[in-house]
């Protein structure tokens, strides 16, 4: 099989939680983490939206997260960005014309 991953991954098996609005979280299980991603499993995967904020209970780590992948009860997810790879990409910001 091929392996696409850019780093490499640690097992985990902690527990963790999916905010999936600013009411309601889901518990899931972090499976394991690479530098910039997760797989973590939960029963209601279907309901998680394609961005949410994943609490890691051990680390007290959270992570913004964006789903890449879903396959049953799992969800492979890309984490916050490198601050290198955020530095190469161009400003949103508007440029200030002088009046």
Known sequence: MLNRRRAPRTVLNETGSISVDEHRSLP???????LDGVRVALPEAEIVPDRFVLSIDASREILICRAVWRKAEEIGAATNEPETERARRPSLRREQVPV
Do not use: A, E, G, L
């Not at 899931?28 to 690479?34: A, F, L, N």
């Open 28 to 34: 899931c299980i972090v499976y394991d983490r690479s």
